[in-house]
């Protein structure tokens, strides 16, 4: 593509998109991230209209004769509306379906309980073979795309196409990557809190409290090595999600640390079996504890106080 | 005189054999099974642009049984066409093979995996709009129960196959009349269904789906019209071929003794009726 044009999801896919035929791009109605491509893929873009389960019957069919839909809907509704379809069409045949998941977490600032996707990473890494991919910005998802589009794994995309200043290590499945050093605490996280966790590290910085941010990138394929690597280098650990606390990342932190006999503090900051108040992002971060300056804090108190949650 | 369609006639019972000596050491759905038999056998050798040779052609017809249970039949037809030794039939429920309850695309001439109602109409629906994508002459069977009819997602899907034109999908109702326990006008009458399915934009006919002559008649020409997709309800009968149980409600999964198995093989042959006295299974 032309090196002036804006490097958006949509034009990422549609040069992909290019590239492959076997790619169709399918909707049940959701086309915020994808206005302009039905224009340019002609037959290759799909909306079946509000019909998430028909979305994804169709798309595990156009899989079965060679095709890798990538599929669009809102997080809550792809993932819980349409669950059984991806269980059964998608995971037990191991179909590469792309499942891409709009406004999940805290993105889905105002809409209210029913549009918060904060149980997805626990739904989709429940299913076998599942990939489950949560960018930390758009440069992230845009380079995260072509991997995982190129894998013949199905795979969930926790669509996060925030702007970021974040400088990213090239993107490979299961592997992590390390955004700030420090010894005091290690913090791991993914997704759309990742740039928020890395301005709070930098704060604490400033007086002399040293952070080590770990960016997962992957949920599955996980990087344990990283989780470890994170656990040994401080000795205690915080993890931070948009995402209840059952079954998301805080617990698959902790699985891995009990599988390598690491014992070691883990606070958890995470949506603890609520949730949470509809609000515009920047206030659901303030009000939720998630913003930098109240990163801060909580990191500050679980770097200082031996991790005890307070 | 002989019937142009001694040799379907004679094929189906062979299938029904087959899914009665399945209804034993752990049985099988046995209704539905022989309730489509005449559907299946008729597509597998009048309809159906496949074969086993032909299996990984994409250009082939493409079979997909939505509601699962009565697989039974299907393993019988595909094992009597010639896609599996028809000796493999008695690996059913073993641990050591995928001959089990529903389908499995492990076994040649599956085509996917069903079990839980209302998925395989929208996979179908995607099977048939790449093979439109990419030019191709396949046209997908899609086999769904009346009881199945009753999910939300059959009817999400009915509507996006009409307005996606899918004109070389064919969607065939098994309509016996029964959910797995009622009488589906009992439960949530579906009446007047194939008047629904035309105002859901389906070229609909209704049928006797054990009438050969009628089932050919229904296939003649695909599409129905063109530009739609094609619908055909096919009345007909749980247990078909076997007096005794045929339209009961209590009989839908059996488990029968060696005995009982004998004595239906005999009642399919058109012997005495046979008397059942194992007790019915209340499966869901």
Redesign the interface.
């Given at each position: 593509m032309s090196g002036l044009a804006e490097r958006t999801y949509s034009t990422v896919l549609r040069e992909l998109a290019s590239a492959d035929p076997r790619i169709?791009v399918v909707t049940a109605e959701n086309r915020a991230a994808i206005r302009d491509l039905p224009d340019r893929l002609g037959?290759?873009f799909?909306d079946?209209?509000i019909?998430e389960?028909?979305?994804?019957?169709?798309?595990?069919?156009?899989?079965?004769?060679?095709?890798i839909?990538v599929v669009h809907a809102l997080a809550t509704f792809l993932t819980l509306r349409a669950f059984?379809?991806i269980r059964?069409?998608v995971g037990?045949?191991g179909l590469p379906v792309k499942l891409v998941g709009g406004v999940p977490g805290f993105l889905s600032d105002a809409n209210g309980p029913t549009h918060q996707a904060i149980e997805d990473i626990a739904l989709m890494r429940g299913i076998p073979g599942m990939h489950v991919v949560c960018p930390a910005d758009e440069s992230e998802l845009l380079e995260a795309l072509p991997v995982v589009l190129a894998s013949p794994a199905p795979t969930y995309i926790r669509f996060n196409a925030s702007r970021t200043d974040l400088a990213h290590t090239p993107f490979e499945l299961g592997r992590a990557e390390l955004l700030t050093e420090g010894d005091d605490l290690a913090v791991l996280s993914a997704g759309l809190l990742v740039p928020h966790v890395k301005a709070a590290a930098d704060l604490l910085r400033e007086e002399g409290i040293g952070v080590r941010v770990t960016n997962l990138r992957t949920i599955v394929p996980l990087d344990e090595q990283a989780i470890v690597g994170a656990a040994r280098a401080c000795g205690r650990l915080a993890v931070v999600e948009d995402h209840l606390l059952a079954g998301g990342i805080y617990q698959v932190v902790c699985e891995v640390l009990v599988r390598h006999r690491l014992s070691v503090p883990v606070v958890p900051i995470g949506l603890d079996g609520r949730w949470f108040r509809p609000a515009l992002l920047p206030d659901v971060l303030d009000r939720e504890g998630f913003s930098a300056p109240r990163l801060a804090e909580r990191f500050r108190r679980a770097a200082t106080n031996g991790g005890n949650p307070s | 005189m002989t019937s142009p369609h001694a040799d379907l006639e004679t094929l189906s019972r062979r299938v029904r054999a087959h899914a009665i000596r399945m209804a034993t050491r752990g049985g099988c759905f046995l209704g539905a099974s022989l309730s489509c038999a005449d559907i299946l056998v008729h597509l597998y050798q009048r309809v159906l642009r496949t074969s086993p040779e032909r299996r990984s052609d994409p250009g082939r017809d493409y079979l997909l049984l939505s509601k699962g249970h009565d697989v039974p039949a299907l393993y019988g037809t595909l094992a009597e066409t010639g896609y599996f030794p028809v000796a493999r039939l008695a690996n059913h429920l073993s641990p050591d093979d995928h001959i089990y309850w529903h389908p499995n695309r492990a076994i040649p001439g599956i085509e996917f995996h069903s079990g839980s109602l209302g998925h395989l109409l929208s996979v179908g629906m995607g099977i048939a709009l790449e093979a439109r994508m990419s030019g191709g002459p396949s046209r997908v069977f899609v086999i769904v129960g009346d009881g199945e009819m009753n999910e939300g997602s059959v009817w999400e899907a009915l509507q996006v196959a009409a307005a996606k034109q899918l004109d070389n999908l064919v969607l065939i109702v098994d309509r016996n009349g029964f959910q797995a326990n009622v009488a589906t006008e009992s439960l949530i009458p579906l009446e007047p269904l194939a008047e629904k399915l035309s105002v859901f934009g389906f070229a609909t006919t209704e049928i006797d789906g054990h009438d050969h002559a009628a089932l050919e008649a229904a296939f003649a020409e695909l599409p129905r019209r063109p530009g739609r997709p094609t619908a055909v309800v096919a009345r007909t009968v749980r247990n078909k071929g076997l007096p005794s149980l045929e339209g009961r409600a209590e009989r839908w999964f059996v488990n029968l003794s060696s005995d009982e198995v004998r004595m239906l093989l005999d009642e399919l042959e058109g012997s005495a009726r046979a008397d059942i006295r194992s007790e019915p299974l209340v499966v869901r």
């Open positions: 169709v037959d290759r799909i079946v209209g019909c389960q028909t979305m994804i019957g169709m798309a595990a069919g156009m899989a079965l004769r060679g095709r839909p059984e379809f059964d069409d037990i045949a | -």
